[in-house]
């Protein structure tokens, strides 16, 4: 095991996670105090101290949280004075939040406590500091790291249900760009976390999305028949065709109340109710079982027949194995 290893074997484990220097944290130095005051600029070839890298970290809101051996190759070369000037710089925004470069701040600290430990000089390394751009920037850097769909709507101020929300846009822009659900989707039409962000910067329709998360979690409690993500993704589409039967159609379908055979649209909906509680208690062969993505086929496969107000047989009229997901009307 290497020094680093040696000093931190609990870390290595990844039972340890960083993120924001804790509060309450006093500085001791003036580098966020020169930072305010620039602005707008960038500070070249700052000679860094350990004070000063705490301070600097005091700056680390909203950065999601990562594990020791995510830096432990930084602080390996930080430890062996072996970590010249790059150029690539700590970037600050223009709120004044660390924005690019936790990693190699904390790597600098580890390396600097082991550093003391044996009997070393204190570590002391140049960095360049950009302070300005705008917070939502955040989303472009560090492109070599996987950066969740959750962690980029934080980082846009999407606190609740961040990674639901995210799931569900990406259920709905797969459907309706696409007619297709995510787990089919070709690796490069993936929805990028630009495309994302753009989708919940509209603001009314990102409100009746939260609205609609609500109802979905709720039906999934009933039926839980497909995620309720994906519950929340269709209710969506479906509430832009049809506002007050969507709220019908999914109500009845999870709580299976108020069906009357003798209605065409309940008929519709007590076949594919029947058939989803089948899936979910096992009791269908595996050729008759469906997959999720064959799940949300029926589901809108049924949604139109109602819509048309068109009687389904019992057993299904469609290969959904083969079948293409209609669009919903």
Known sequence: MTDIELAFPERIQ???????????????????????????????RVKMNAAMVADLLDLNVGNREFKFKD????????????????????????????????????AFLAANEKRIENGKPPLEIEFSIVVGPEDRFRIYLDQGVNRSAGDVLKDHGILKDRFVTAAAVRNIWYLEEYQRVGKTMPKGEKMDNPTLIKWVSNTKRL????????????????????????YAALWFIFHRLDAEFAETFFTKLATGEDLHMTKIIDSNITYLRQTLERIMRRELSDREVLRGDERVKYIIHVWNACRRNVRLEKKLDVDLKTYDIEKPI
């Open 71 to 106: 830096i432990k190759r930084y602080a390996e070369d930080m430890y062996a004075d072996d970590y010249p000037w790059t150029g690539e710089p700590i970037i600050v925004s223009n709120t004044f939040r660390l924005i690019d470069g936790q990693k190699r701040l904390w």
């Open 14 to 44: 990844d039972k340890r996670s960083y993120g924001q220097i804790k509060q309450p944290h006093t500085h001791t130095t003036d580098i966020v105090a020169r930072i305010k005051k620039l602005r707008d600029g960038y500070l070249h």
């Open 207 to 230: 409100k009746l999305l939260t609205t609609i998360i609500s109802k979905a979690r709720a039906i999934h409690n009933d039926g839980p028949f497909v995620t309720y993500t994906m």
